[in-house]
């Protein structure tokens, strides 16, 4: 039956008078194990760490409408996507700072005050559980407080801490297609290496190339170690660091004599002359960068720089659902045959038409030859 034109009238004017719908409770189960309940999507966030506005942007159309809080290590970690985002958004300047992003500098007060519907905590810097005084603070005051994972086991936790940041946020049928989009391609490397079942080559990968005068920082267990492994390759730094980072000697990098470089760099590297790239820097600049890295003493004379398997990748990967990018990128690094019609550039286009608020643009991995 259709309605006349009086009674349509009526029926907007009832809709627009009418109660608001009330928010429902929303009860998730977070990365570790905790049952934590939200009076509904939450619209006031603070951030245990800055980082995670990246994968906010991957799920939300606007990520920083929904700061109430965050640390300032973006700023100084990755000042050039940071820009991005205040380009696009130019209140972010003016969101209450938390902190300077390890827990110890955690304000609990600025916190509370800033009155969010939930707090996010998430990689290397972040209380690890529940048991710690400052979630215990912080959730004494109402507020919930959420665990997500991209650092410590990023294979294992992305998928399940995308999917519950969705629920969260309100963005359900976005992280939905986000996470599917992360795993699809992680599947098509997976069931390659099984294929083919290549030799995995040992690989050096050097942190923050510049960084250390000595040598060398080294992911360990996790982290982007872990993202060699999954692409085909060893990292060397797991055999001996007990935890996800730590430094190797130049002895012992020699005695392994990797055939495979792997430096990772970024715009925090700009203040030691290191290994600089990411948002806005250019192909030549990376390059120049890296070739000046690898002719430290030591370093030049391994097997990798001798017979040119010399790569990079942008450190900020790590501890975002970006990794992907990553570890494509390191597949064809370590497999180039197997995995020569990988396309990491087609991917980036493809999550910054369907998913990023505030896309990549700038030299994000390189071979050197």
């Not at 990376?286 to 398997?309: F, H, K, W, Y």
């Amino acid at each position: 039956m259709r309605l006349g034109t009086a009674a349509l009238g009526l029926a907007l004017a009832a809709s627009t008078w009418g109660p608001a719908a009330v928010a429902q409770p929303i009860t998730v189960t977070d990365i570790i194990g905790r049952e934590v309940t939200l009076d509904g999507p939450a619209e006031k966030v603070v951030l245990g760490e800055g980082r995670l506005i990246v994968t906010l942007a991957l799920i939300h159309p606007d990520p920083a409408s929904l700061l109430v809080g965050w640390p300032s290590d973006y700023q100084r970690q990755d000042p050039g996507t940071y820009a991005f985002f205040l380009e696009k958004s130019p209140a972010l300047a003016d969101v209450t700072i938390v902190g300077e992003g390890p827990e110890a500098t955690f304000s609990i007060e600025q916190t509370i005050a800033a009155e969010p519907d939930v707090v996010i905590f998430a990689g290397e810097n972040s209380p690890a559980t529940e048991d710690n005084e400052l979630v215990r603070q912080i959730e004494a005051a109402g507020i919930p407080v959420v665990f997500v994972d991209f650092f410590r086991d990023p294979i294992a936790n992305t998928v399940p801490s995308i999917e519950l940041l969705g629920k969260v946020l309100g963005q359900e049928e976005q992280a939905a297609d986000l996470a599917a989009f992360y795993q699809g391609r992680l599947d098509a490397i997976e069931a390659t290496l099984a294929a083919a079942n290549p030799e995995r080559p040992n690989v050096l990968m050097e942190a923050h190339v510049g960084l250390n005068q000595g040598c060398c920082f080294s992911p360990g267990k996790g982290t982007l170690g872990s993202f060699v492994e999954f692409a085909g390759g060893h990292n060397i730094g797991s055999d001996i660091l007990p935890g996800p980072t730590g430094e190797l000697s130049l002895e012992y990098i020699i005695s392994r004599d990797p055939p495979i470089y792997v430096g990772t760099g970024g715009a925090h590297l700009a203040r030691v002359n290191g290994l600089v790239m990411g948002p806005d820097y250019d192909e030549a600049t990376v390059r120049e960068a890296l070739t000046r890295m690898i002719a430290r003493p030591g370093i030049a004379d391994l097997s990798a720089i001798q017979n040119g398997r010399v790569y990079a990748v942008w450190h900020l990967f790590n501890d975002t659902p970006l990794s992907v990018i990553a570890i494509e990128a390191l597949a064809k690094f370590i497999h180039p045959e197997l995995f020569a019609d990988l396309d990491p550039a087609a991917t980036v286009a493809e999550i910054n038409e369907r998913f990023l608020a505030v896309p990549l643009r700038g030299t994000y991995w390189l071979a050197l030859n």
